[in-house]
């Protein structure tokens, strides 16, 4: 084999002394044994099982060309394979895939360019992204020195911009990483944050583990880095436990809200105009690391008016970037999940949702995006099924004009360019014709996602999408009750845990308790509120269009200590006609009621369990409350029964053997 020119030879020496430096300042790593001699790099891997012997053949072209063989004890070829990068990246790729994630520099591809100002001749450049090659090769290959040294100079100064923002970045987190993929122009960048400050029900409600961070991972240029930022490319998710076999990864998890953040993040980077970027580097380059500023960190996170407002650390673009992530995961409730603008006349709810532009409606059920009704069927059944019945009783209603709210919206499948149903045009006419051709649940949840929609179709090509939309727009996180969590008291299987309150207003909510203390109360009212109710919270609807009984004494949200109290307040005149409807939906849930998994009748009723703070506010009338402050009364529990004799039973909230049963349901 030809030599290796002096400053190839000298790259690979100082290449193969990082991998022997980093392995021997990693008391536990299993690679040893490391030996170079005549072009050949030898190493071994001890493991309790098994132990590898590698052989790495180094062409003259170095990095190019080279070859590696892995034998496993001994005697066994186990792979030859070949590879075109410098030594530390194939050895880190071996590391990642027997040991653990490695870092080592790769000397060879950070070696300095000779100054613009000394002789070109003779000089070899080391290109930090291809080969090395001097003025000879550059004339034969009609190379532009000129425009090359000006690309290092571009490439020298995105250096400085990287290693000054990765350094602030570790200095706000330290487990923040970054991996320089030359060959590809890359630099990823991978940071966590945190979702301790996220309430454990919230957390679930958004489909998220609330012990275990989210991580933002950002890709950019290494040639231009924040000079364009067009192509940056953002990924966000939180990691499973991994598995028991330790040689698994664990699996990205990607819920829907981490979709939204990941678009939002995508759109925070690229609505950033020129002045700005170069404002946040040029605050970052006067400015000195400081230890750890953890606490303005969490100032960040705080609830502000405009959370998609610049953070403004003066840490560079990496720690801005952090802080963004963190502010708006607290916010997303507020934004829609595919325009990422603020709701249009909603109150803040818990859940994320699709608002009611025209456009997002679109792109949510002609495009399929953030959308999936065959998964919610199939593991959230029970409540999809709540949620339609609750739907088509306000269609039902005689009150359907004050209570179907919001109305549906709905893209017309035979032209994407019309609404088939919308809030500015209520056809309430068409919308309770379509509910009416809804096939029961015990039917749809054995379809896959194309089978249900063709089946769907079948009946009506608008029930598709209006299912999109009851599902899409409920803000509530509704989750059934095992049988072991149920409270014994409460005689019905169908119990859910419901939360209601969007994370602002459970944190008034728990200042509030924290001061005052708090007590559980019963809140009965027709399922036919419950469509609004489940949008929109539930609010003091005194005075309102949406009161269906007095308020003698006074305005406000009506609870009970006593269920019997509450029972009183769920009938309302919908519940009896539907005995009498006929529908067709009513006669395939009837015949097929044989499990106590689905509601077998639209006769059903509906009583929540609250929480509410115990403060002068709350007047208490005997058996009757009434909370004037909408803030201080949050949703726990949702209550179906599927007739009257059910709801017999007298239950007091304030029974010591009822809170028993209450705080062992939350707690578990």
Not at 101 to 122: F, G, N, W
Not at 175 to 197: G, N, R, V, Y
Not at 239 to 261: G, I
Not at 379 to 391: C, G, P, Q, R, S
Request: net charge negative; hydrophobic share 40%; with cysteine.
């Amino acid at each position: 084999m030809a030599d290796l020119s002096s400053h190839r030879l000298k790259n690979l020496l100082n290449d193969i002394e990082a991998i022997k430096k980093a392995c021997a300042e990693d008391k536990n790593c299993p690679f040893r044994g490391f030996e170079y001699d005549n072009f050949v790099f030898k190493f071994e891997y001890h493991d309790k099982n098994e132990k590898r012997f590698f052989w790495i053949n180094l062409s003259e072209d170095y990095p190019n060309s080279s070859s590696l063989t892995c034998t496993v004890n001994g005697s066994v070829e186990h792979y030859t394979k070949r590879f075109d990068l410098p030594l530390p990246f194939e050895f880190c790729s071996l590391a990642r895939e027997l040991y653990k994630e490695m870092s080592i520099p790769v000397v060879s591809l950070h070696s300095t360019a000779p100054s613009s100002s000394k002789r070109l001749a003779d000089c070899q450049y080391d290109d930090p992204y291809g080969d090395s090659f001097s003025e000879e090769e550059c004339d034969n290959e009609d190379y532009d020195m000129d425009m090359y040294e000006e690309i290092l100079e571009t490439n020298s100064e995105s250096r400085r911009k990287i290693d000054l923002d990765f350094a602030m970045l570790k200095n706000f987190c330290e487990d923040a990483q970054m991996t320089e993929i030359h060959e590809l122009d890359l630099a990823e960048f991978l940071f966590p944050i945190s979702t301790h400050s996220l309430e454990d029900e919230l957390a679930r409600a958004w489909k998220l583990d609330p012990t275990r961070p989210i991580f933002i991972q950002a890709t950019f240029s290494l040639r231009q880095y924040t000079c364009d930022l067009s192509a940056v490319r953002i990924e966000v998710f939180q990691q499973s436990q991994k598995a028991t076999d330790s040689s698994l990864k664990p699996d990205k998890l990607v819920p829907p809200v981490l979709l939204q953040l990941q678009s939002a993040l995508v759109n925070f980077i690229r609505t950033l105009d020129k002045d700005v970027i170069s404002a946040i580097e040029n605050q970052a380059a006067g400015r000195r690391l400081r230890h750890k500023p953890e606490a303005k960190l969490r100032r960040v996170s705080d609830d502000t008016p405009d959370s998609k407002k610049l953070p403004n650390f003066g840490s560079g673009f990496l720690v801005e970037l952090m802080a963004y992530a963190q502010q708006r995961l607290h916010t997303l409730n507020r934004y829609c999940v595919i325009c990422d603008e603020l709701h249009i006349f909603l109150a803040n709810m818990l859940k994320p949702m699709v608002c009611s532009r025209p456009l997002c409606i679109f792109s949510y059920q002609t495009l399929g995006v953030m959308s999936s009704v065959a998964d919610a069927i199939s593991t959230d059944f029970e409540v999809v099924d709540l949620l339609i019945k609750m739907a088509r009783a306000a269609c039902m209603s005689s009150r359907s004009q004050a209570i179907l709210d919001p109305f549906p919206t709905v893209i017309d499948p035979k032209d994407s360019t019309k609404l088939a149903l919308s809030p500015e045009n209520k056809d309430f006419k068409l919308v309770k014709a379509v509910m009416e051709k809804f096939l029961p649940m015990e039917e749809m949840v054995f379809f896959g996602p194309t089978e249900l929609k063709i089946n769907l179709d079948q009946k009506d090509v608008l029930i598709y999408p209006l299912l999109q939309w009851i599902i899409s727009s409920n803000r509530c996180h509704i989750v059934k009750l095992g049988h072991d969590k149920q409270l014994a008291c409460i005689k019905t299987p169908h119990q859910f845990l419901l939360r209601s309150s969007a994370p602002e207003k459970e944190e008034i909510f728990k200042r509030a308790k924290k001061k005052l203390g708090s007590i559980y109360a019963f809140h009965g009212s027709p399922i036919e509120n419950w469509h609004s109710i489940m949008r929109k919270g539930l609010v003091n609807a005194s005075g309102s269009k949406l009161q269906l009984n007095g308020a003698a004494y006074g305005a406000g949200i009506y609870l009970s200590p006593d269920s019997s109290v509450s029972f009183s307040y769920m009938a309302s005149p919908i519940t009896m006609g539907l005995r009498a409807a006929g529908s067709s939906l009513l006669a395939a849930t009837q015949s097929k009621s044989q499990s106590l998994q689905f509601l077998p009748s639209q006769n059903i009723y509906c009583m929540a369990m609250c929480e509410v703070v115990n403060s002068t506010h709350l007047k208490k009338y005997g058996n009757i409350w009434v909370m004037p402050e909408e803030d201080f009364v949050v949703t726990r529990f949702l209550f179906v029964f599927e007739n009257v004799s059910s709801m017999l039973s007298h239950i007091v909230s304030t029974n010591p053997e009822v809170l028993r049963q209450i705080n062992k349901a939350l707690n578990s």
